[in-house]
């Protein structure tokens, strides 16, 4: 994966995210695209994509929206460690991986937001967050897994192949050395 | 030296979140005051978002105009019966237009200054909210050029949105009464005297609290702003959907249903004061 396809689809989401997605949003929400590609790229992808673009677009989206500038871009990042982490332990070939790791992704991110809002002295309410959030994870799973199903393939190089190893070539490599 | 040439992607972790820590420091100290650069990328992102967002509305209206087909001609039908209603209250309306001649120059008598001679006001479409499900901060295709400046109101048709937050050449800013951590000034419209403050509760919604304990106000009463501080008079709050008595404070308090659906904005207009 080049830079600057990634660098493209996240300019895509944060325009969709801030302009059409409103439209469309389903019982007041509408999903985090920014967020759901942080954690496809830190979680399925080699290299930075996830932790770069996190970071840029998150300190575009607090230009734009927020009151206080870096709160997205600190979370985007943070979840995207964790995301990268996550691969230690989960297999990136399952779809139920990509479900944990979305999960976990989205669950970690309002809970960045807030925790940092709450040190700033804003009195937003963590009950109403997370009461938000059971539609939030479901809209995220459906995004994340529609998103892995279409890249899926560029991914894993032998889909039948069950003995195949399915890694990246760099991967194999690291583990060769091992 | 060495330990951080050794530890490179440890360093380099605890310096973007060192960096990253600074911003958001900085920025909090700074609120509502971006620099070169912010103002820059923030109109970059209208001139874009702007012909996406009247789009996408567009396929919106389109394609809820194709499902909602047979809804739509109900509600024709109805609007047409509402038509011919108020052609009938233009007629008496026009009965009662000495009636407003006498009363206005009355109050010019009398010396009241009408809000509509204070304020001129800008019409502007939204161009883009923030997606973040939690806030309803947005940005509106107006701004210093239109004469709309930092913390001019904004309002719709149902009521109080809230306040420019920052205003660039053609863009704005616009956070919500909801999100607001300043406190807004109120009177019951049904009994002027009872004044009151309320503020965001946090929860995506409004409470507040009544200046006399013992003000009589009840569940359904209409609020409108009183006109002391940020926002002129006379601009509808919400309704009161609770009061109770709370013995810590010794106060009695209220909690707000907001006038206007802050979800699906569209106009807005900007009050400039002249």
């Known amino acids: ?114 925790s940092i809002y709450k040190m700033l002295g804003n009195d937003y309410d963590l009950m109403y967050v997370m009461g938000k959030e059971a539609v939030l994870l479901i809209y995220h799973i459906l995004v994340i897994a529609i998103i892995y199903q279409i890249i899926s393939h560029s991914i894993i190089k032998h889909h039948g192949d069950r003995y195949m190893y399915r890694g990246s070539l760099q991967e194999a490599r690291s583990l060769d050395r091992k | 030296m060495n330990w951080l040439r050794e530890h490179k992607i ?77 052609n009938r209250e233009i007629i008496k309306m026009r009965l009662t237009e000495a009636e407003l001649e006498e009363l206005r120059s009355l109050s010019d008598i009398l010396g009241y200054e009408d809000i509509s001679l204070r304020y001129s006001y800008a019409t502007a479409n939204v161009i883009a909210m923030d997606g973040s499900n939690w806030f309803n901060l947005f940005t509106i295709n107006a701004g210093t050029d239109d004469g709309i400046y930092k913390d001019a109101v ?15 050449p053609d863009w704005s800013k616009v956070i919500s009464v909801i999100d607001e951590s300043n406190s807004v000034s109120f009177i019951v419209f049904r009994d002027m005297q009872l004044l009151g403050i309320l503020s965001g509760d946090g929860k995506g919604s409004l409470e507040g609290y009544m200046i006399d304990p013992d003000a009589a106000i009840i569940e359904g009463d209409l609020l409108i702003t009183s006109g002391i501080g940020l926002y002129p008079e006379g601009i509808p709050i919400g309704k009161v959907t609770g009061v109770e008595w709370n013995n810590d404070t010794l106060l009695k308090t209220v909690t707000i249903e907001p006038s206007a659906y802050f979800k699906n904005l569209k106009k807005v207009t900007v009050l400039i004061k002249k």
């Open chain 2, 10 to 86: 440890l360093t380099a972790i605890v310096s973007v979140l060192l960096v990253l820590t600074m911003i958001i420091a900085f920025s909090n100290s700074q609120i509502g005051n971006s620099t070169y650069l912010g103002r820059t990328i923030a109109k970059a992102m209208t001139f874009v978002q702007e012909p996406v967002s009247n789009a996408g509305s567009g396929v919106k209206s389109g394609i809820g105009g194709i499902l909602q087909f047979r809804s739509i001609l109900k509600e024709n039908e109805r609007l047409k019966e509402q038509v011919s209603d108020l």
């Open chain 2, 154 to 168: 904004v309002l719709n048709g149902d009521g109080l949105i809230g306040r420019v937050l920052e205003a660039g």
């Open chain 1, 1 to 114: 994966m080049k830079y600057r396809y990634s660098l493209l689809s996240f300019l895509i989401a944060f325009i969709l995210q801030t302009t059409v997605m409103n439209h469309f949003s389903i019982f007041q929400m509408s999903p985090n695209l920014i967020l759901c590609l942080v954690v496809v790229y830190s979680f399925l992808y080699q290299g930075y994509h996830g932790i770069i673009n996190g970071i840029l677009f998150g300190l575009i989206v607090d230009v734009c929206f927020a009151e206080v500038i870096g709160i997205a871009a600190l979370s985007n990042f943070i979840v995207s460690l964790i995301c990268i982490e996550l691969k230690r332990y989960l297999n990136k070939d399952s779809l139920i991986s990509v479900v944990i790791a979305s999960s976990v992704g989205t669950m970690a991110y309002s809970l960045l937001y807030w």
